[in-house]
């Protein structure tokens, strides 16, 4: 696994994988895990705007987002902005102290990668791995959410060849 921010990323051009390869080759597969694996985040292009191929790629389909702006700010993730009470009393100041160096830190520019997605764009992040979010906006945009098995990653990338 690489550890990487935006440069060393952008410098490695990894490529997307062809919707086609992805599904019908071996290769295709293959170097999208590699992708995957490698960097925590992997991209399928070329994939027609449908659900029905959508979910070619990634599988039944669990949500489907339609935002505009107003609804993005209504519908912000509430959950992870709950109270925290998992963290002890005494040991809250430290966590908050924490919190603000962690946050800090994921925030400089250069530990940040924006992708603009644009419709048959697919791109898939390894929650393990990586943090990722989206940016306010002006307009409409519907986002398709999925799961996918960590088993299921890891066996096939065992089946073909890939250190898992």
Not at 83 to 110: C, D, F, G, K, Q
Request: overall charge positive; hydrophobic content about 40%; some cysteine.
């Amino acid at each position: 696994r690489i550890l990487w921010n935006e440069k060393i990323y952008k410098e490695a051009n990894v490529s997307s994988v062809n919707f086609l390869d992805f599904l019908e080759t071996n290769e295709g597969l293959r170097e999208f895990l590699q992708n995957f694996l490698l960097y925590g985040i992997a991209f399928v292009d070329n994939v027609p705007a449908t659900r029905e191929d959508t979910e070619r790629v990634i599988g039944p389909v669990l949500n489907v987002y339609p935002w505009n702006k107003e609804l993005y700010m209504i519908r912000y993730n509430n959950y992870d902005r709950s109270v925290i009470n998992t963290v002890p009393y005494n040991v809250v100041r430290s966590w908050y102290s924490a919190h603000r160096i962690l946050t800090n830190e994921l925030r400089r520019p250069e530990n940040e990668l924006w992708v603009k997605l644009k419709p048959g764009k697919v791109m898939f992040v390894d929650n393990w791995r990586v943090l990722h979010g989206r940016e306010s906006f002006t307009g409409y945009r519907q986002i398709c959410g999925c799961y996918l098995s960590r088993d299921d990653v890891l066996n096939t990338s065992r089946l073909l060849g890939l250190k898992a």
